[in-house]
């Protein structure tokens, strides 16, 4: 009976933390990336099924990643918590 309690738990919060990361998309992405991160920002590249997505983000929030738009990424995630870069990526994931 544990055993079911604790896989419903961790799927509970595996979802909840897939509905964050698509809110979170929404608000800090979807403007320069697209809804979908099929849109080629000013730096040219969509970002849609990146599985490298959680490194950029991190080196880009502590200023150690990115070239001429270093500045604006790093704008883009201030005052995120690397929880939240983790829902981010996960979801940046899952756009095909």
Avoid: P, R
Wanted: include cysteine; aromatic fraction near 4%; glycine fraction near 14%.
């Amino acid at each position: 009976m544990m055993k079911k309690l604790l896989v419903l738990a961790v799927l509970g919060v595996s979802a909840l933390c897939a509905a964050d990361g698509a809110k979170l998309f929404g608000a800090k992405c979807a403007e320069c990336h697209g809804g979908d991160g099929k849109e080629a920002s000013i730096s040219g590249k969509a970002i849609a099924g990146d599985t490298t997505a959680l490194s950029k983000l991190t080196g880009y929030k502590s200023g150690t990643f990115g070239g001429e738009q270093k500045a604006t990424m790093q704008a883009s995630l201030e005052g995120l918590s690397d929880d939240d870069l983790k829902a981010i990526a996960a979801h940046i994931g899952t756009l095909k």
